[in-house]
């Protein structure tokens, strides 16, 4: 495995990405940069060692415009390196990646879900430390009495409401698109086929 890390920055609607990995897999992600330096020095600083800019991953690249203008995109075919990562946080990180577009979990339910049901706070602090947000989507994670819990872009709970939000609308407006397309029954058509009940 090589130990150069291949960085590719971008803009989006949710501000400059960084988006960093090695082999063909993403290791690393932050988001919400004001610019194309802030990006950058937050990847240097955040990974060390040697980085190559370049456009590593254009499938990663531009699945994360696009979520981050407002469609519904899937990240679960993109290959992560979780390495040094601590396996129960690995286990925890798994099953936040399982959580559908639109919807949210506990921490509580989270941990459970990575065998450990008692260790909440430690299912925190795996989400806290997401490596790859967005790509892990540690914003659909929300406290047991409804409140936002932490969230570490460079904006904080702020961009993270912001993300729930826009999956809402979306979900929202998909699920309004699928009645109104959904076939319906006039009442003087189902009058009539009462009628041919009760005359036959």
């Known amino acids: 495995m090589s130990d150069t890390r291949q960085l590719s920055l971008f803009e989006t609607r949710l501000g400059w990405f960084a988006l960093a990995g090695r082999d063909g897999r993403a290791t690393w992600c ?61 286990k925890v990180l798994a099953a936040c990646r399982k ?19 008692r260790a909440v706070r430690a299912a925190g602090t795996a989400m806290a430390s997401n490596p790859l947000p967005i790509l892990i989507p540690c914003h659909r994670v929300v406290r047991s009495d409804g409140g936002l819990g932490g969230y570490s872009a460079p904006q904080g709970v702020s961009v993270k409401q912001r993300l729930l939000l826009m999956e809402a609308r979306h979900r929202r407006a998909r699920t309004d698109g699928l009645i109104a397309k959904s076939p319906r029954r006039s009442r003087k058509a189902g009058a009539g086929s009462a009628r041919k009940v009760r005359t036959a």
């Open 30 to 90: 932050s988001f919400g940069h004001a610019n194309r330096a802030a990006a950058e020095l937050a990847a240097r600083r955040a990974l060390g060692g040697t980085i190559m800019l370049r456009d590593w991953h254009p499938t990663a690249r531009r699945r994360l415009t696009e979520f981050a203008a407002g469609e519904r995109v899937t990240f679960e075919d993109i290959e992560l390196d979780l390495d040094g990562v601590p396996a129960f946080h690995r």
């Open 99 to 117: 959580i559908r577009y639109g919807e949210t979990q506990t921490y509580a339910k989270l941990a459970a879900g990575a065998g450990r049901p």
